[in-house]
């Protein structure tokens, strides 16, 4: 039997009844400040052209954000300028952070779908993080963070593959050169796929495969099932039973 999270999961993409619900009054009220204005505007004799478009969601009280990858991309940049590498290459992550990091380091962005805009410092190539266009050990800096869990699930237009995670995996620590530094993150906890938005795993089942390929842990860092933002020394074991925490990885070969 279908719960009601789950229902309310599949509906969503097309039809979300709980923010409309949620939305009923604030539409109301947007409606009352609309008159409200254009009397105003008429007041200060201040003719523009008037379009609609209900922005309904954005009066809070604070600054809403996705914990995960805020933190990430704070996370990822402050390591990689402590480093200060003249090259780094970046495979999927988030490109906001990514354009940022290209002010202060060259930046070569690989993603299947490649990003199109223009950024100075920042060379942007279509490619698989299955298969890199990098020799053997050649690259000492380079990040891949929140994708490797997406990887084979069909989301982003890419073949199912239940192996992708790791295959991932042994395609960056193909390509990282002895020294190097691999940021790497994705959600950790209780093994879980949630079909097709990505898998959680087990710290310890990612950090036995990096050592299977020869990569170390240099570092953990996470984000909390509570959004609680530890940025060094977090104890991987502590997050083997989480619900979709974030592992933030620092390996080196």
Not at 35 to 40: E, F, G, T
Not at 61 to 82: C, E, M, P, Q
């Amino acid at each position: 039997m279908i719960g009601i999270r789950t229902f309310h999961s599949l509906l969503k993409p097309v039809f979300d009844p709980l923010r409309a619900l949620r939305n009923l009054r604030a539409y109301g009220r947007y409606l009352l400040e609309a008159r409200r204005y254009q009397a105003l505007s008429r007041q200060a004799g201040v003719r523009r052209e008037w379009s609609w478009r209900p922005m309904l969601d954005d009066r809070t009280s604070t600054t809403g954000f996705d914990a995960h990858y805020v933190y990430l991309g704070a996370w990822a940049f402050r390591n990689i300028v402590r480093e200060h590498p003249a090259e780094h290459v970046d495979v999927g992550s988030q490109i906001s952070w990514v354009t940022c990091l290209a002010s202060v380091s060259a930046v070569t962005f690989i993603d299947i779908r490649p990003f199109d805009g223009n950024v100075e410092g920042l060379k942007s190539i279509a490619g698989s993080v299955l298969e890199m266009p990098y020799a053997d050990q050649t690259i000492y800096s380079l990040s891949c963070l929140h994708v490797a869990e997406h990887i084979g699930l069909g989301r982003y237009g890419d073949p199912l593959d239940p192996l992708g995670t790791m295959k991932a995996i042994r395609e960056l620590a193909r390509i990282l050169a002895p020294g190097g530094r691999l940021y790497f993150a994705l959600p950790v906890g209780k093994d879980q796929i949630v079909f097709n938005a990505h898998r959680v795993h087990r710290p310890s089942a990612i950090i036995a495969e990096f050592n299977t390929c020869g990569l170390r842990l240099v570092d953990f860092g996470a984000v909390t099932d509570g959004q609680q933002f530890i940025a060094s020394n977090a104890q991987p074991a502590a997050f083997e039973s989480a619900e979709y925490a974030c592992g933030m990885f620092v390996f080196t070969r």
